[in-house]
């Protein structure tokens, strides 16, 4: 799965690739800059701590990313 968001700092949207079958997580960042990770746990993670919904043009589309972001964040244990 493949998100496109158009961000406030860049012309260039900021993307978020989750390919299971092939085991590729990566982002690429509003500077252009991208980020790798080994899960998609790893991903979801950090995008919850370093974006936020007024990073972005389209709050729509970021919210729904997000909601599908949600199930691949760690459960926590009590």
């Given amino acids: 799965m493949e998100f496109s968001l158009k961000c406030k700092e860049s012309m260039f949207p900021c993307e978020v690739t989750i390919d299971e079958d092939n085991g590729r997580y990566m982002l690429r960042k509003a500077d252009s800059?991208?980020?790798f990770f080994n899960t998609p746990q790893e991903l979801a993670v950090?995008?919850?701590r370093n974006w936020r919904s007024d990073?972005?043009?389209?709050?729509?589309?970021?919210?729904?990313m997000l909601r599908i972001l949600e199930k691949y964040l760690p459960m926590k244990r009590s």
Avoid: A, K, L, T
């Fill in 55 to 64: 990073d972005f043009d389209e709050q729509e589309s970021y919210q729904n």
């Fill in 46 to 48: 950090w995008v919850f």
């Fill in 33 to 35: 800059s991208g980020e």
